[in-house]
């Protein structure tokens, strides 16, 4: 599948972190193929889903993790 994919026919994951739906449940999913990543929002599944390379979504995270978008 390539970046612009039919991602409905892949499994969504969603943190277990994000709790239930009836407790706001804010949260995003992510599906992967081979070479990309699907990002979108669980409670809005339908609306646009950010696709990239699974090499850019790992550097992103990796960011995130070190802090670089945290407010100061």
Same mark, same amino acid.
């Given at each position: 599948? %390539?970046?612009q994919?039919? /991602?409905d026919? !892949?499994? /969504? ?7 239930? $739906?009836?407790? %706001?449940?804010?949260? !995003? ?9 699907a ?11 950010? !696709? #990239?390379?699974?090499?850019? #979504?790992? %550097?992103? #995270?990796? $960011?995130?993790?070190? %802090?670089?978008?945290? #407010?100061?």
């Amino acid at each position: 599948m %390539g970046g612009q994919g039919n /991602w409905d026919k !892949v499994p /969504w994951r969603k943190s277990r972190r994000s709790g239930s $739906e009836d407790q %706001g449940g804010n949260c !995003v999913a992510v599906a992967a193929s081979a070479s990309y990543a699907a990002i979108r929002d669980t409670n809005d599944p339908c609306r646009a889903t950010i !696709v #990239l390379p699974k090499a850019a #979504l790992r %550097g992103m #995270l990796d $960011e995130i993790k070190n %802090g670089a978008f945290d #407010l100061r």
